[in-house]
């Protein structure tokens, strides 16, 4: 971590963003004849130079296959894989570094439940309940499980456009027939906070299983799978200023052990004949193939890197960036914001009267401004909002006040430009 | 602070945008064809109303960016009173043009506004969105049609 910018040592603001943005060599180029304003981090985070030279490092000196190799290099490689999982077991507080499957990112994590937990315990007349707010990744695999088994998917309804879960029916919703609750933690087109741990806590008292999709929440906010008391976890080590490939599925021990395999191959088995097998313990169990290693050393890194900023000061950061934002974009007349008017994560995502989303980012990216127009992987919830795309800017701690300036002087000339 | 994007938003455009022509459901449309794009969510739909081989009256609905609804109301001034055959063949010259930035030599009169998207990949299937929509149907096809497939 030499690299990285002291920054206990440093008392202003403004220094400090400025010796953290020097950690990031992408942040440092011009796009379209501007210095490129990256708000687009919602997709995917950029990565810093600990990160990218920990995976060089990796290759250029360690790199082997894992386990069962004698030689050096295996040994090392293994030891690096392996101490990725404990170092992400101690990131969310997961009481072992069994309870940690490393995946190719949230979506496989949240398939891989589905697969392999949902065919074993559900059955026709079951009830899958998610929210309306869910990414496609936390709505599409349990289609096809409730396709594969008969089960039905209920939803908790959200409010309107201030994007909150509208928890007053959770009770009902939370009725004998729900098996397994998955729910997104921080919504990646509104912004909204879901508050998980106290729905998890309801669920578990009446003995449904939970997942929580946390793949917006953990390069921003510190996380504990203890207090949320959940039984799934699953994250992406790309939002988090780790490599993209490389994810992470926590789960309960005592879910895993009972579950059967995700996919079949080398690594899952201790054991293989020519007509059965028997698997490997748990997490190997679920790791079929080859790993991710470099990908694990990435997320490693990454997961130091942002422990060293800190990342009570990184929620406290984004969430700053954000509300300065949503009131700088208030001066703009007919511009509507999506999602909660307080407390959101940092995503704002919004409209602009007469201007479709796809013609503000195409705009916006003249001025070397990054965002995302489109409906984020909400569809449904794009329909259900009556919106038909967003535009959104999306920060992370490495952003400043003056792209937001900027953002704002830009989206200013767009409503001018097409308004003439 | 745009003066230089006439590329892509030039006034033709910026003003079908804004005033998009032929913008109305046609009640005894012969064919409705239905264009999505998957990318953003836009729907188009396309109303063509025939008389015989000849595209009588045509018209839109739908949302969409500004090159994706000023494509559709540019096709649709100039389509009108074209025979099927010669819709379909302006199709292939317009897709051309979007796709390569090759302008055909008779010319492509105010479509030429939309010779610059080629330059911004990501648009092209705006474009080409309400002609493609148009085209399947009169090949007969009653599929959605997905600018994804």
Redesign the interface.
């Given at each position: 971590m030499e690299d990285t910018a002291v920054l206990s040592e440093i008392e202003s603001g403004q220094e400090r963003i400025d010796l953290i943005r020097k950690d990031f060599p992408i942040l440092d180029q011009s796009v379209r004849g501007h210095t490129l304003a990256y708000l687009d981090n919602a997709a995917t985070t950029q990565k810093p130079r600990v990160v990218i030279e920990a995976i060089k490092r990796y290759y250029e000196k360690d790199n082997s296959n894992v386990h069962r190799g004698i030689h050096e290099l295996s040994n090392r490689a293994t030891a690096a894989y392996e101490n990725a999982r404990v170092r992400a077991a101690s990131f969310i507080n997961a009481g072992s570094s069994k309870e940690i499957i490393f995946t190719r990112g949230t979506t496989e994590g949240i398939n891989l439940v589905a697969s392999s937990w949902g065919r074993k315990n559900l059955k026709s007349g079951d009830v899958i309940l998610l929210s309306e707010m869910e990414h496609h990744s936390n709505m599409v695999p349990w289609q096809l499980l409730a396709e594969a088994t008969g089960a039905d998917i209920c939803y908790i309804p959200v409010t309107g456009r201030e994007g909150l879960l509208d928890l007053s029916g959770l009770d009902d919703l939370l009725s004998e027939r729900v098996r397994i609750l998955s729910l997104i933690h921080i919504s990646n087109s509104l912004g909204t906070i879901n508050p998980v741990t106290e729905i998890c806590r309801k669920a578990k008292e009446k003995g449904i299983v939970t997942l929580v999709d946390a793949a917006q929440t953990v390069g921003h906010q510190p996380l504990d799978v203890q207090e949320i008391q959940c039984d799934f976890l699953a994250f992406s080590g790309h939002k988090m200023c780790g490599p993209t490939g490389i994810g992470v599925l926590y789960g309960r021990e005592q879910l895993l052990e009972a579950m059967p395999p995700y996919q079949g191959g080398g690594e899952m088995i201790s054991n293989v004949e020519y007509h059965q097998s028997r698997w490997n313990e748990i997490p190997h169990k679920f790791e079929a193939g080859t790993p991710n290693m470099a990908g694990a050393v990435g997320l490693y890194t990454a997961m130091d890197y942002l422990d060293k900023l800190g990342r009570d000061w990184i929620d406290e950061a984004d969430r700053e960036l954000a509300d300065y934002a949503v009131n700088r974009l208030k001066e703009l007349p007919e511009l509507e914001i999506l999602g909660p008017p307080t407390g959101r994560a940092g995503i704002v995502s919004f409209l602009i009267k007469?201007?479709?989303?796809?013609?503000i980012v195409?705009?916006t990216d003249?001025?070397g401004i990054a965002l995302r127009?489109?409906?984020h992987c909400n569809?449904p919830l794009?329909r259900k909002l009556g919106v038909?795309?967003t535009a959104r800017a999306s920060f992370s701690f490495y952003n400043t006040t003056q792209e937001i300036d900027r953002l704002v002087?830009?989206l200013k000339?767009?409503q001018k430009?097409?308004n003439? | 602070?745009?003066d230089?994007?006439d590329d892509?938003?030039q006034q033709v455009i910026?003003d079908h945008?804004?005033s998009p022509r032929n913008f109305r459901v046609i009640e005894d449309a012969d064919y409705v064809a239905k264009g999505h794009n998957p990318?953003?969510?836009?729907e188009v739909e396309v109303y063509l109303k025939m008389d015989g081989d000849r595209i009588e009256d045509l018209s839109f609905q739908g949302?969409?960016?500004?090159?994706s609804?000023a494509s559709a109301s540019l096709m649709t001034t100039l389509v009108k009173g074209k025979s099927v055959e010669e819709a379909k063949q302006l199709f292939a010259e317009f897709r051309e043009m979007a796709t390569t930035g090759n302008i055909p030599d008779g010319g492509l009169g105010k479509l030429e506004a939309l010779a610059g998207v080629y330059q911004?990949p990501?648009?092209v299937k705006?474009a080409v969105l309400a002609w493609h929509a148009m085209a399947e149907r009169l090949n007969g096809s009653e599929e959605s049609i997905s600018t994804e497939s």
């Open positions: 007469n201007v479709h989303a796809h013609d195409t705009l003249r001025c127009g489109g409906h569809q794009m038909e795309s002087e830009a000339e767009i430009f097409f003439q | 602070m745009f230089d994007i892509l938003y910026l945008n804004k990318l953003c969510g836009d949302s969409g960016c500004a090159i609804k911004f990501a648009r705006c």
